[in-house]
């Protein structure tokens, strides 16, 4: 577990430093990296097969879990190899991933106006989200490059907020 999370504190190191996806003047975007999506997708399709494996050799139950959170893990993080879970910065806000499904962001977007954004948290799993009064959230994380662009714009942007300790 120690190594686990020796390897999340650096990876969120480095992605803090590296560049962003695009960045002009006062607008970016901000993407999953392609090398860890690819990696979990990979690990979610060989898990689909060995539970179909599983199911057909006499272990039904084993082998269904396996299929099924396989493909969930797979086909979520199939989207993040596309711009569907970019979040990208303007200067009217903030747009990107609105919804969590598990672990995993899901397929709805949001936009947020600076001036609406209320709070900035951090999730159980690991995903940070700046919140709109009414309850509006766009997510982002360690994994995406040059989050520390963004996290410079936000501070930029709206100096009034406190963020979680890891962004800082």
Request: net charge positive.
């Amino acid at each position: 577990m120690a190594i686990v999370g020796l390897i999340a504190v650096g990876w969120s190191f480095v992605n803090h430093r590296r560049p962003p996806y695009r960045v002009s003047g006062y607008s970016g975007t901000i993407s999953p990296g392609n090398a860890s999506a690819l990696i979990v997708t990979m690990i979610g399709i060989a898990l689909l097969g060995l539970g179909v494996g599983k199911a057909c050799s006499g272990d039904p139950a084993i082998g269904a879990t396996c299929a099924i959170v396989g493909f969930m893990l797979a086909f979520f993080m199939m989207l993040s190899l596309t711009h569907r879970h970019d979040l990208s910065w303007d200067d009217a806000g903030v747009h990107g991933p609105s919804r969590l499904f598990g672990p995993a962001l899901g397929l709805s977007r949001a936009s947020i106006r600076w001036e609406e954004i209320g709070t900035v948290g951090a999730t159980i799993t690991s995903f940070w989200f700046v919140q709109a009064g009414d309850g509006r959230r766009v997510y982002w994380s360690y994994l995406y490059p040059g989050y520390g662009s963004f996290t410079k714009r936000l501070r930029t942007k709206r100096p009034d907020l406190t963020l979680p300790s890891e962004l800082r």
